[in-house]
């Protein structure tokens, strides 16, 4: 469904008036669907991720509007300022303020695939990241992988092999919300190329062998799809 907004006053848009747009389109049973899907829905207003896209192609990219979406706190509007931001105006002052206010997967994962990962900052930031306790904050060190993965053509092969001691460290951690970014990071690497397909699974094998549930979860999870024969026959013989 195509949703008309208009964001524009002359040639500026409008923040008032998508602020205004997001709370038009609240509703409370999407709100009561999102929690169940594990979504802090603390300060949401319950808009689906397909409309906020909808939405997203009809505002022109601009930094500041990003910032102000930001601080408004509306989790709909933190998706839509991932989505209008741009990477080369990102500070790292920036980044890292973004990533200490998640609270939420959706909102993490989002603000990584829209934004983050194509910052020029963003491969440093996964060692950095890594090394946090907080369960967001370090999630999103493996999310950039995941994303880094897909999206990044420029990396080689041996900057995605730095990644594999973080991975085995961090697979002892239980906290649902890390333990899925770690299984994704390692399932996304091992699907780059046959190179590190056989690396992945090598590495998923190491983890498998490590005392502790989210371990063996996330290494045979990453070995079921890494060993599959559709990601074996894309990855050639």
């Known amino acids: 469904m195509k949703i008309n907004l208009l964001i524009k006053s002359g040639d500026r848009v409008n923040y008032k008036e998508i602020i205004l747009k997001l709370e038009s389109l609240s509703n409370q049973k999407n709100r009561e669907g999102m929690a169940r899907f594990g979504i802090n829905t603390k300060?949401?207003?319950?808009?689906?991720?397909?409309?906020?896209r909808d939405i997203a192609k009809g505002i022109p990219k601009n930094h500041?509007?990003?910032?102000?979406?930001?601080?408004?706190?509306?989790?709909e509007a933190r998706h839509l300022a991932s989505q209008v931001d741009e990477p080369e105006k990102v500070t790292e002052e920036q980044f890292d303020s973004w990533v200490a206010?998640?609270?939420?997967?959706?909102?993490?994962?989002?603000?990584?695939?829209?934004?983050?990962?194509k910052t020029p900052f963003a491969y440093k930031k996964v060692f950095e990241l890594a090394?946090?306790?907080?369960?967001?904050?370090?999630?999103t060190a493996f999310t950039?992988?995941?994303?880094?993965?897909?999206?990044n053509k420029d990396l080689k092969d041996s900057d995605f092999e730095?990644?594999?001691?973080?991975?085995?460290?961090e697979a002892v951690d239980e906290r649902n919300?890390?333990?899925k970014a770690v299984n994704w990071a390692l399932r996304q690497i091992g699907k780059r190329n046959k190179n590190l397909n056989k690396k992945a699974i090598e590495?998923?094998?190491?983890?498998?062998?490590?005392?502790?549930?989210s371990a063996k979860w996330i290494a045979s999870d990453a070995l079921r799809e890494l060993q599959s024969e559709p990601v074996q026959k894309r990855m050639g013989d």
């Open 144 to 151: 950039l992988m995941a994303c880094l993965s897909v999206h």
């Open 64 to 75: 500041e509007l990003a910032l102000r979406l930001w601080d408004s706190g509306i989790h």
């Open 131 to 139: 090394k946090k306790e907080a369960e967001f904050e370090k999630r």
């Open 162 to 169: 730095r990644f594999f001691p973080l991975i085995k460290r």
């Open 43 to 52: 300060a949401a207003l319950g808009i689906s991720i397909y409309t906020l």
């Open 101 to 117: 206010d998640f609270n939420s997967w959706d909102i993490c994962d989002q603000v990584c695939s829209n934004l983050l990962d």
């Open 203 to 213: 590495v998923a094998k190491e983890i498998s062998k490590m005392d502790s549930r």
């Open 177 to 179: 919300y890390v333990k």
